[in-house]
């Protein structure tokens, strides 16, 4: 019966890892870049390399963009406050004619460039956990769904191996392709299995709405207003469609302080500016806890009155926790390393399953005259190298791309994004196409792109290495420099080892 049962797990552990393998990398590999999420939109946009003063501005600085933004017919208007990792002001709000974000001088509070790329916190980030298709939740399903394949790989991964703790101890560099791959993945998966088993387990809890409908459908009636404002503490009453001035914001923050015992607000919100039914929203900060904790005070616009004081349920700061160990937004900077670290274990656990599933069945594929391998080879390539060249591309068409560019009516933006797509899509075809060559020539792409991002980041704003590293308030900066040029030394070293390698009769073959 165990050998049975084994077997059994040996099929599906190969099978989940060779169908959703390539989706899992691609999770793996922007949720790793998502650690420094906030990192790279400084790299990305040049204006926003400042640093936070000592002293926070009035609110009552932002008194005029709540009027400016009610005149425009804007139902909602926030304000993010700064802190180290981003240290902007974030406005944001829907007018009649679209969305409106703008990045604040922390200093004057006067709106900074137009940064033109949704660089980190709105593309890496959000593909994360979503590929950033949004259509009925599509994306949510997909990584939900590569998430619960991750939680069967880990399972099934231990009960494979027996031995999996010696094996932990087990690499043999000197052995042949086959066995040093084999002894990776099992030194990858042991390493990091705690981590991957949390991350994946905490991504389904995140998203429960989503995926587990019913926990909130049954106790809630289906009624997902009720559901958001007990559980979310979610305050709202309908517009008295009658205009009154809006009372002081500064007493309306002080009031916060004291109430968190000096503790700073995290976002002010003003639901239907300009209105007498108004509602300012003032959110608790946690950059300081794990748990990414809902504490909110509502307060009666006109007057200042506060109207509602909300604080998470224990079921729910539980849930917030979760979420606080998953997206890691608090500061720690040595957890948030070790969270990139075990990001990239994750990326070489899954890579090298694939290329253990390629070498395993190369000999008898070809034998049989199947293509089984061919296929799976080229989007082994795309799914690792390809998705590594784009977005390193992405980085490279931000420093290329000037600041109003525009093709066929897309915006700076989007041409970045476009830029990340198609690059991809190439990488797959080229795989296909070179399928001998393929993994030294996406190698040395990744190596040329990745110095290209630095000296370009360098020319176009001045912050090259040797001024980033001394500069407080440019860290940021040359740490993703200088993990561009790590990448590209570890890329092109790869690539003039597969190069020089013992040619493969068998993979000589395939590819005639």
Same mark, same amino acid.
């Given at each position: ?31 790793? /870049? ?77 709106? /900074? ?139 309306? *923050? ?34 300081? *806890? ?116 525009? *093709? ?13 797509? /198609? ?58 420099? /200088? ?6 030394? *570890? ?22």
């Amino acid at each position: 019966m165990e050998p049975t049962f084994r077997a059994s797990m040996n099929w599906l552990h190969t099978w989940t890892g060779v169908v959703l393998g390539g989706l899992l990398f691609a999770i793996f590999w922007m949720g790793t /870049l998502s650690v420094f999420d906030r990192e790279i939109d400084r790299w990305m946009a040049p204006a926003t390399r400042l640093v936070v003063p000592d002293d926070s501005l009035p609110a009552e600085k932002f008194r005029p963009a709540i009027e400016a933004a009610a005149a425009a017919g804007a139902t909602m208007w926030t304000i993010v406050f700064p802190e180290e990792r981003q240290p902007v002001y974030r406005e944001n709000y829907r007018s009649k004619d679209g969305f409106v974000l703008r990045f604040l001088d922390p200093v004057t509070g006067a709106a /900074l460039p137009d940064p033109g790329t949704l660089a980190g916190t709105r593309f890496i980030f959000p593909f994360h956990y979503s590929l950033n298709l949004r259509v009925w939740d599509i994306g949510y399903w997909l990584v939900g769904i590569a998430g619960m394949a991750m939680l069967v790989l880990c399972v099934s991964g231990v009960v494979i191996h027996r031995k999996i703790f010696t094996e932990f101890f087990t690499f043999r560099a000197e052995k042949k392709p086959r066995r040093l791959i084999l002894d990776l993945h099992n030194v990858t998966g042991v390493l990091g299995l705690p981590f991957h088993f949390m991350i994946s387990l905490s991504g389904l809890i995140i998203f429960f709405s989503i995926y587990f409908p019913s926990v909130w459908q049954l106790p809630f009636d289906g009624k997902r207003e009720l559901f958001n404002r007990e559980t979310w503490g979610n305050y709202s009453r309908p517009k008295a469609d009658q205009a009154a001035p809006l009372a002081s914001l500064d007493d309306m *923050v002080a009031e916060a302080r004291r109430l968190w015992a000096g503790e700073e607000p995290f976002y002010m919100r003003v639901t239907n500016p300009g209105d007498a039914a108004a509602v300012v929203q003032i959110g608790r900060s946690y950059r300081d *806890v794990v748990t990414m904790r809902v504490e909110t005070l509502f307060f009666d616009a006109p007057s200042g009155t506060l109207l509602s004081r909300f604080e998470t349920a224990p079921v729910v700061t539980a849930q917030r926790f979760i979420s606080g160990l998953h997206f890691i937004q608090f500061q720690h900077w040595t957890l948030r390393w070790i969270y990139f670290a075990l990001g990239l274990v994750g990326c070489v656990l899954i890579a090298t399953g694939y290329l253990f599933w390629l070498e395993s069945r190369r000999r008898k594929h070809t034998q049989l005259g199947l293509r089984g391998v061919s296929i799976v080879d080229g989007l082994t390539i795309g799914s690792v190298t390809g998705i590594i060249a784009a977005t390193l591309s992405f980085f490279v068409a931000n420093r290329l791309l000037p600041a109003d560019a525009t *093709v066929l009516g897309a915006g700076r933006a989007s041409l970045e994004m476009w830029v990340f797509y /198609l690059v991809w899509l190439a990488t797959f075809a080229h795989a296909w196409m070179r399928p001998h060559r393929a993994w030294i020539e996406q190698c040395w792409a990744i190596a040329a792109l990745a110095v290209a991002a630095v000296v370009l980041n360098g020319i176009t704003t001045g912050d090259h290495l040797g001024r980033s590293l001394l500069d407080s308030r440019l860290q940021a900066v040359g740490g993703m420099d /200088l993990l561009l040029l790590i990448g590209a030394a *570890v890329a092109a070293l790869t690539a003039l080892k597969l190069e020089y390698r013992k040619p493969d009769p068998v993979r000589a073959r395939q590819h005639a």
